[in-house]
């Protein structure tokens, strides 16, 4: 997997969860050409406190990183909703995880930042949801792919949110508009609607053209696997959510 339980220690690897292969089977056909690489997720959620600003500071700063590299890159995210939709789940019922899900899924559909950064974050404590941090940082890289270049984004809700068993689960994707990569996705078909966020406006991703196409994926884990694909995708015009 790659994953050591201890930093220099090989002779312990890890083995992927349902959090990292879940969402990595929708990618299997350019698995093979591709170089992984999976990043923890912070924790402060645990806190009771869901630090937005730097979560979209830090979505930023992946940004950065990753458009300075020569090569396609998809960020693909493992996020789960609420896990409070069944009274005889492991985390009770709370009248917070339907309306979570849907401003969630609303935010998936649109990337209508206030959907996300207002009214999810402010049910995400109650709702448990773990997967807010990897969509506020998704949204925070799309906000800077956006402001660098420009040009909106378009996103893609192609499943949910739905909550088979105690926890929501949705799969959506975004890409900068009218690239390849956005024909693609939008070729997939999607539930609601799809809207494009324009840089600066009332309710939006707010950034992004710069980046590949990012894809989120829920399942239940933590992890937000990304990683490249260097051919069959240009350079510029790349890869999504």
């Known amino acids: 997997s790659g994953l050591l339980s201890f930093a220099d220690d090989e002779h312990y690897p890890q083995q992927l969860g349902w959090g990292e292969v879940i969402p990595l089977s929708f990618l299997n056909a350019s698995l093979n050409d591709s170089r992984v ?18 979560l979209m500071s830090l979505g930023k700063l992946w940004y950065d990183a990753l ?6 890159v998809v960020w693909l995210a493992s996020v789960d909703l609420a896990h409070t939709h ?15 899900d849907v ?9 209508d930042s206030k959907l996300l950064l207002k009214d999810a974050a402010a049910l995400a404590d109650a709702a448990l949801s773990c997967g807010i941090t990897q969509m506020i940082m998704m949204h925070g890289m799309i906000a800077a792919a956006v402001d660098a270049a420009e040009a909106p984004w378009s996103s ?11 926890y929501g689960m949705m799969v959506m994707s ?13 070729s997939i078909g999607s539930v609601g609607p ?8 009332s309710g939006g991703a707010d950034e992004g053209d710069g980046l590949g196409a990012a894809a989120g994926a829920s399942a ?7 990683f490249s694909r260097p051919r069959n995708l240009r350079r510029r015009g790349r890869a999504g959510y």
Do not use: K, N
């Open 220 to 226: 239940e884990g933590e992890a937000a696997p990304l």
């Open 174 to 186: 975004a890409a900068p508009e009218g690239s390849e990569m956005s024909a693609r996705l939008s």
């Open 103 to 111: 401003a969630s899924g609303g935010w998936a559909a649109t990337l």
């Open 37 to 54: 690489v999976i990043v923890s997720a912070p924790t402060r959620r645990y806190d009771g406190l869901i630090p937005v600003p730097e």
């Open 86 to 100: 069944l009274a005889s789940g492991p985390y009770g019922y709370s009248a917070a995880a339907e309306p979570f």
């Open 194 to 201: 799809s809207m494009s966020a324009a840089a600066g406006s």
């Open 67 to 72: 458009e300075a590299l020569d090569e396609t």
């Open 156 to 166: 893609f809700l192609h499943a949910g949110p739905v909550h088979p068993t105690y």
